[in-house]
């Protein structure tokens, strides 16, 4: 799959999949869309009402390992458990992830290496605080215990280029894989996205998006459904 790197407008990396001209993160800014979406928007907000520790994410792409990255940073810094599983249909390869400009200090280039070097279907205590599985599958393939997590990061290139993983079906499966309380956030806002997730009886929010993006939308699974 021919990946090339860009620099997007914060600075940060991305790339852009050839194939489906599309990037991996916002132009923008793609630090900025992952800490604006996934870790304010999905990790802080769910850690500000009473939750479990350690918290359970699930990731539907794992692409560069830039949201794993935030959330493990977040995780030593807070001295807050969080147990991260990812998966990721087509996994980067080192020669293209090496490149990327994520690691700002010598401890987020070793936690960077660790997350990426991470065998792939095992549950593993990376730092005191994070434990990573990522699993090599699809949405469509994957297969895990019913309302198992706190956080979704939906992750996965743009309804228009992959409507696939955007189905009612797909929601569903993700719904599902919710907790009571459970918040799934993304950066799309598309109105389906929006029925989809009310008819699935989530409360659904749209926010102001990250630098660049009008909106976005968290969803969360109410205690009765
Ligand atoms: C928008 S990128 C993810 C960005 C990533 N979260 C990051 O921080 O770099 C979407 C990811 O979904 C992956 N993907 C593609 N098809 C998939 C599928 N059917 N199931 C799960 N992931 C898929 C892509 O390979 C890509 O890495």
């Known amino acids: 799959m021919p990946l090339k790197l860009i620099t997007t407008a914060d600075g940060s990396h991305s790339l852009l999949n ?50 794993a990255l935030l959330t493990l940073d977040f995780a030593e810094q807070h001295s807050q458990a969080i147990s991260y599983t990812s998966i990721e249909a087509f996994p980067v390869t080192a020669d293209v992830w090496q490149t990327l400009n994520y690691a700002a200090t010598p401890e987020q280039k070793v936690r960077f290496e660790m997350l990426h070097h991470a065998p792939w279907e095992t549950a593993q205590n990376l730092t005191p605080h994070f434990a990573l599985t990522k699993l090599q599958t699809t949405l469509q393939n994957v297969s895990l215990p019913p309302a198992s997590f706190d956080v979704i990061y939906f992750d996965a290139f743009a309804p228009n280029k992959q409507p696939e993983l ?12 919710l907790k009571p309380d459970g918040v799934f956030v993304t950066y799309c806002a598309k109105g389906q996205l929006k029925r989809d997730l009310k008819a699935l009886n989530l409360t659904t929010e749209t926010l102001p998006g990250p630098p660049g993006k009008k909106e976005m939308v968290r969803a969360t699974k109410p205690v009765q459904v």
Request: hydrophobic fraction near 40%; glycine fraction near 8%; avoid cysteine.
């Open 18 to 67: 050839e194939e489906l001209n599309e990037t991996y993160h916002s132009v923008h800014g793609a630090l900025q869309e992952s800490v604006h979406v996934f870790i304010a928007h999905g990790l802080v907000h769910r850690l500000s009402t009473p939750h479990e520790t350690p918290l359970a994410i699930f990731e539907v792409g794992f692409g560069t390992g830039l949201n």
């Open 166 to 177: 955007w189905t009612f079906d797909m929601l569903q499966k993700a719904a599902r894989l």
